[in-house]
């Protein structure tokens, strides 16, 4: 059975978010399950790879160049698809993302022929089911959402400007939504099955609540959607190796972990109160300003903060306001920072994450293996992989008040420690969800 995954990150050749953890794991998981998937990535800017040739795809009625690279990371095998606006320092942001990535799916198909599966990923791969029904490659198709906020949508006269498709297929396969282009809606009608990435996720964005629109489709494919859980990459992710840290620990002894937390405190002049890390986007999504509304409450339950992200504008100025309001009790460290991250992730004591909504997390899985007691939203991926007062804290409320409440039952637990072990003891790897992946695999391919 060959394999290929269609991706806009992976990691460590590009990464924003948790997608990019998993692409750049779950094929090792496969691989030990006897497969060999490729992952096709958009050669972007500073990513090293090899060059091994070119192939061509129709755009905008041109014949157009795509550069071939190769690379590896752990024995997987990468095909880079250059095409000239991915030279870019970060894979995102620009205004031209729509069109780029209509490019990237386009170019990718034509590289495809060889497949029995591709998987696509979000909506910068999710054309590919729909040109495969188009008669562009014979694979079987399944695609993950892995964000359902992010759906790509466009003016149609534009995208039909540029991929001269056939006008049919506006309402007959699926692209149209609310009168515009959403690839989104086309890869969920279009691919054999569709999966996401927690099953309470999976259920929640089939209701009007958490289907961002596109709930009545998702419904009406119900019986091919399913979720299946993320894993970590266990072996990158574990306390007991991390590069990344200067004292080692496992779930026998935590006492690295309390020499990480002194020198995490020391590195940010903090008191040496309960801390609370967050390692996070600073997007909407993930409620960062909840824990803004509420700071004032938290330093009064004498708890510190220590603030890993960036994003949106604003949460960066309020989050360097309080910090500099706040010494000795909150620091903030805007950007992406790979290092730190670990370190906040072993030097906490809990962590939080206040999600509006969360398809699965990762966030949270890296915690809770780092003994770091999650401090989460009760939705989403959270909900299945958080036990409240066994491995974390759980809140409901989507406010200040939520955020207090689960920060109380986190101060309020008598055994801080046992539930950290918990914490530690659980499984996230992706030895489980690997083997639904492969099962999916095999029904598709019959
Ligand atoms: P999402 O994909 O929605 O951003 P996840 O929890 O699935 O959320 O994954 C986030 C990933 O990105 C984790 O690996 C987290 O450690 C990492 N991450 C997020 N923000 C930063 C940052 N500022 N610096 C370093 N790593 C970050
Ligand atoms: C998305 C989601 C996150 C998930 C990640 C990987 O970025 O926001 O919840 O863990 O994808 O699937």
Not at 307 to 321: H, I, M
Not at 357 to 381: D, K, N, W
Request: glycine share 12%.
């Amino acid at each position: 059975m060959k394999v290929a995954f269609v991706a806009s990150e992976a990691f460590p050749f590009a990464k924003v978010g948790g997608l990019a953890d998993v692409i750049g794991s779950l094929p090792q998981a496969l691989r030990k399950l006897g497969l060999k998937p490729t992952i096709f990535l958009p050669w972007y800017w500073g990513i090293q790879g090899y060059y091994v040739g070119e192939a061509w795809f129709n755009f905008e009625g041109h014949r157009e160049k795509i550069g071939i690279g190769h690379a590896e990371h752990q024995g997987v095998r990468y095909v880079l698809v250059g095409l000239g606006d991915f030279a870019r320092d970060k894979p995102y942001g620009y205004d031209d993302d729509f069109r780029r990535f209509v490019r990237f799916a386009m170019a990718t198909a034509e590289l495809l022929g060889d497949f029995d599966i591709v998987h696509a990923h979000d909506w910068q791969a999710a054309l590919l089911p729909l040109l495969r029904n188009l008669g562009w490659f014979r694979a079987r198709t399944v695609y993950t959402i892995h964000n359902l906020a992010y759906q790509g949508v466009w003016g149609s006269q534009d995208f039909y400007a540029w991929t001269r498709l056939p006008g049919e297929t506006y309402y007959g396969a699926g692209l149209e939504h609310n009168g515009a282009i959403n690839l989104m809606k086309a890869g969920i009608v279009n691919a054999d099955a569709v999966t996401t990435v927690s099953p309470r996720y999976a259920w929640e964005i089939t209701t009007p609540e958490g289907g961002e629109g596109l709930d009545g489709v998702l419904r009406s494919q119900q019986g091919k959607l399913r979720g299946i859980l993320n894993g970590l990459d266990t072996d990158y992710w574990n306390p007991a190796t991390d590069r990344y840290l200067k004292h080692h620990y496992d779930a026998t002894d935590l006492s690295g972990k309390a020499r990480n937390r002194a020198e995490l405190l020391s590195e940010f002049a903090l008191e040496d109160r309960p801390t609370l890390g967050v390692v996070s986007r600073f997007a909407h999504q993930k409620g960062i300003d909840l824990i803004g509304d509420a700071v004032d409450g938290l330093m009064g339950m004498g708890v510190n903060l220590v603030v890993l992200g960036s994003g949106e504008p604003g949460l960066e100025r309020t989050f360097a306001w309080m910090a500099s309001h706040l010494p000795g009790r909150l620091a903030y460290v805007q950007g992406y920072n790979e290092a730190l991250a670990h370190r906040i992730y072993a030097g906490s004591d809990g962590f939080l994450m206040p999600s509006r909504f969360e398809p699965c997390g990762l966030a949270q899985l890296i915690a809770m293996r780092y003994g770091t007691l999650p401090i989460v939203r009760a939705v989403g991926g959270l909900l299945d992989t958080v036990k409240h007062w066994e491995t974390g804290f759980m809140f409901d409320s989507m406010d200040a008040g939520g955020v207090l409440h689960g920060v109380s039952e986190f101060l309020k637990h008598p055994d801080r420690l046992s539930v950290a072990r918990n914490a530690m003891q659980a499984d996230f790897s992706w030895d489980k969800p690997a083997r639904e992946y492969v099962s999916l695999y095999q029904q598709l391919l019959g």
